[in-house]
């Protein structure tokens, strides 16, 4: 009887019944160990075979391979280029800072009439240039005129009364007081000798008292008038008092007084103005009555303008009188000089006003009011590097990393391993920033494609 144990590759070993009893009856081991014995035997010529097909698909593999040739992953193809940057430390930095102000008239006036009434005439218009001295609007003066001359009519008379004071009484006046004198005197005798005769005439009882009385008073009241006649006759000899000489001269003074100021208020209702300069309101027009102080026209001056620009405290102690600036105004840059640095601090901005003061050439193109702006360079010391925007990428709690080259590695020819470093913007400008952290001098970083990159992996500079 034959029994088959198949074997791997269709092999098989054939034992008969007398040669298993043979095998059986010289093996002293116990039933039980020669049936472990033959499965071990057997597990070790299955395992022979199993190693058999292994070699033999290892074989057909390889010959494979050389048949249909596949493509060739390199860890030469693996490797980015990149664009780098050497950098290098810097001990400093500048910041350009624009600071924003106005151009100012030195001088701005808002025009009235001391005087209210009706605005006659307004002979200018906003933006109009003007002179010192030009007459701008007029005030109807019609009353003012009549007054003028009911003043000098006054005048004149006071005036010659005064000179008759001065030249004293007339040959013709004293020869008529003397010839008035006279006939008062021939009166008065007349008189007295009537007189006489009515008391001889009383003392025989012929007439009555009333009739004494009557030429009694009578030769009073000529003798009165005799008296009179010889004062004013004394008075034109001897002349004019000087007492009355000087009252009529006051009199005639006050006259020119009254003129004089009656002629300051004409020339009041005609507004001038007070410096060469720029119209800048018109605030009423012709008909209107205004009242006495009431801005009528503003006028801005037009001489050399000036800029008055509000600076940080710290930036004014900087600054030095007649040094000189650059101005900007609009897409236009001026030349100006510091004229001064007023010395107070706006409460609410913490600066100081700059006053710059323009060229007379700019005076034609600049007017009060414009913006104008004033850019101061600041050198700021701090330690860092200067690296391109595109060569940082945000970290985290509010640090930023670049990507460092570290030395070539072993068997690949100019490559590099790239590492992150943590950085610290300190100021940014443009396209770069400056930054601190880590970074040492001569270190080349990545300037560009970083967000290709991870820690680790390696790169190529770019050639140029």
Same mark, same amino acid.
């Given at each position: 009887? #034959?029994?088959? %144990?198949? =074997?791997?590759?269709? &092999?098989?070993? /054939?034992?008969?019944t007398?040669?298993? !009893?043979? *095998?059986?009856?010289?093996?002293?081991?116990?039933?039980?160990?020669?049936?472990?014995?033959?499965?071990?035997?057997?597990?070790?010529?299955?395992?022979?075979?199993c190693?058999?097909?292994?070699?033999?698909?290892?074989?057909?593999?390889?010959?494979?391979?050389?048949?249909?040739?596949?493509?060739?992953?390199?860890?030469?193809?693996?490797?980015?280029?990149?664009?780098?940057?050497?950098?290098?430390?810097v001990?400093?930095?500048?910041?350009?800072?624009?600071?924003?102000?106005?151009?100012?008239a030195?001088?701005?006036?808002?025009?009235?009439?001391?005087?209210?009434?009706?605005?006659?005439?307004?002979?200018?218009?906003?933006?109009?240039?003007? #002179?010192?001295? %030009?007459? =701008?609007?007029?005030? &109807?003066?019609? /009353?003012?005129?009549?007054?003028?001359? !009911?003043? *000098?009519?006054?005048?004149?008379?006071?005036q010659?009364?005064?000179?008759?004071?001065?030249?004293?009484?007339?040959?013709?006046?004293?020869?008529?007081?003397?010839?008035?004198?006279?006939?008062?005197?021939?009166?008065?005798?007349?008189?007295?000798?009537?007189?006489?005769?009515?008391?001889?005439?009383?003392?025989?009882?012929?007439?009555?008292?009333?009739?004494?009385?009557?030429?009694?008073?009578?030769?009073?009241?000529?003798?009165?008038?005799?008296?009179?006649?010889r004062?004013?006759?004394?008075?034109?000899?001897?002349?004019?008092?000087?007492e009355?000489?000087?009252?009529?001269?006051?009199?005639v003074?006050?006259?020119?007084?009254?003129?004089?100021?009656?002629?300051?208020?004409?020339?009041?209702?005609?507004?001038?103005?007070?410096?060469?300069?720029?119209?800048?309101?018109?605030?009423?027009?012709?008909?209107t009555?205004?009242?006495?102080?009431?801005?009528?026209?503003?006028?801005?001056?037009?001489?050399?303008?000036?800029?008055?620009?509000?600076?940080?405290?710290?930036?004014?102690?900087?600054?030095?009188?007649?040094?000189?600036?650059?101005?900007?105004?609009?897409?236009?840059t001026?030349?100006?000089?510091?004229?001064?640095?007023?010395?107070?601090?706006?409460?609410?901005?913490?600066?100081?006003?700059?006053?710059?003061?323009?060229?007379?050439?700019?005076?034609?193109?600049?007017?009060?009011?414009?913006?104008?702006?004033?850019?101061?360079?600041?050198?700021i010391?701090s330690?860092?590097?200067?690296?391109?925007?595109?060569?940082?990428?945000?970290?985290?709690?509010?640090?930023?990393?670049?990507?460092?080259?570290?030395?070539?590695?072993?068997?690949?020819?100019?490559?590099?391993?790239?590492?992150?470093?943590?950085?610290?913007?300190?100021?940014?400008?443009?396209?770069?920033?400056?930054?601190?952290?880590?970074?040492?001098?001569?270190?080349?970083?990545?300037?560009?494609?970083?967000?290709?990159?991870?820690?680790?992996?390696?790169?190529?500079?770019?050639?140029?």
């Amino acid at each position: 009887m #034959t029994f088959n %144990q198949p =074997l791997q590759n269709n &092999d098989s070993i /054939n034992i008969s019944t007398e040669q298993a !009893q043979s *095998i059986s009856s010289n093996i002293v081991e116990p039933k039980e160990a020669s049936w472990k014995r033959n499965l071990d035997i057997a597990i070790t010529i299955a395992g022979a075979g199993c190693l058999f097909v292994l070699a033999h698909s290892m074989v057909m593999t390889s010959s494979s391979d050389r048949t249909t040739p596949n493509p060739i992953t390199s860890s030469q193809s693996r490797i980015l280029p990149v664009e780098t940057m050497e950098v290098s430390a810097v001990k400093s930095y500048q910041v350009s800072r624009t600071y924003t102000g106005k151009i100012a008239a030195v001088r701005n006036s808002d025009l009235g009439f001391s005087r209210g009434g009706q605005i006659e005439s307004v002979l200018v218009r906003e933006g109009d240039r003007v #002179t010192k001295g %030009q007459t =701008l609007a007029k005030l &109807d003066t019609q /009353n003012l005129a009549t007054q003028k001359q !009911q003043l *000098i009519a006054q005048k004149a008379g006071a005036q010659a009364r005064l000179a008759e004071l001065e030249s004293g009484a007339r040959q013709e006046d004293i020869d008529a007081a003397q010839a008035a004198i006279a006939d008062l005197e021939q009166q008065l005798k007349l008189q007295q000798t009537q007189l006489d005769r009515r008391k001889f005439l009383y003392s025989q009882g012929a007439i009555s008292q009333e009739s004494l009385d009557e030429f009694s008073f009578g030769a009073g009241a000529l003798e009165a008038r005799l008296n009179q006649a010889r004062s004013n006759l004394r008075r034109l000899q001897n002349g004019t008092r000087s007492e009355t000489v000087s009252a009529q001269r006051s009199v005639v003074k006050e006259l020119d007084a009254q003129i004089a100021d009656l002629d300051i208020t004409i020339a009041k209702s005609n507004l001038k103005a007070p410096f060469d300069g720029i119209i800048g309101e018109r605030n009423f027009d012709e008909g209107t009555v205004v009242n006495a102080g009431q801005s009528v026209i503003s006028v801005m001056e037009n001489v050399t303008p000036e800029a008055r620009i509000g600076v940080p405290t710290k930036l004014a102690q900087q600054l030095t009188v007649g040094s000189s600036q650059t101005l900007e105004l609009g897409s236009q840059t001026y030349n100006a000089q510091i004229a001064a640095i007023l010395p107070q601090v706006n409460l609410n901005t913490r600066t100081q006003t700059v006053v710059f003061k323009l060229g007379s050439a700019e005076m034609t193109q600049i007017n009060p009011g414009q913006t104008v702006r004033f850019q101061s360079t600041e050198n700021i010391p701090s330690e860092g590097y200067w690296l391109p925007t595109k060569a940082i990428t945000e970290g985290v709690r509010g640090l930023w990393t670049v990507y460092i080259l570290s030395d070539a590695e072993t068997g690949e020819a100019e490559s590099y391993q790239v590492q992150q470093q943590a950085v610290e913007i300190i100021h940014h400008q443009g396209d770069r920033v400056l930054v601190r952290g880590t970074l040492q001098s001569g270190d080349r970083i990545i300037a560009d494609g970083i967000h290709r990159l991870v820690p680790g992996q390696r790169v190529k500079v770019a050639s140029k």
